[in-house]
């Protein structure tokens, strides 16, 4: 069964946006595997909450102007 586990900010994508992903993700496997895959894949999006990740010391909050309208 292909697994995919991607975590993004919370806020930073719409609900729509995480379903063309999963539909995007599902897809591509598809492409490498066979359709016969498709009923098998899994694709998590995981949101990680404001203050809850970062880079080179720097922790990240995403601004209000990229947040995802919904």
């Not at 995480?18 to 009923?39: L, N, P, S, W």
Request: net charge negative; charged share 25%; proline share 6%.
């Amino acid at each position: 069964m292909p697994f995919a586990n991607i975590k993004v900010p919370e806020a930073a994508l719409s609900r729509t946006q995480k379903e063309e992903i999963v539909h995007r993700v599902t897809a591509m496997f598809a492409d490498y595997f066979g359709e016969g895959v498709k009923q098998h894949t899994m694709v998590l999006i995981e949101t990680v909450p404001d203050g809850g990740y970062g880079r080179a010391n720097e922790v990240f909050i995403v601004p209000e102007a990229y947040r995802a309208k919904d």
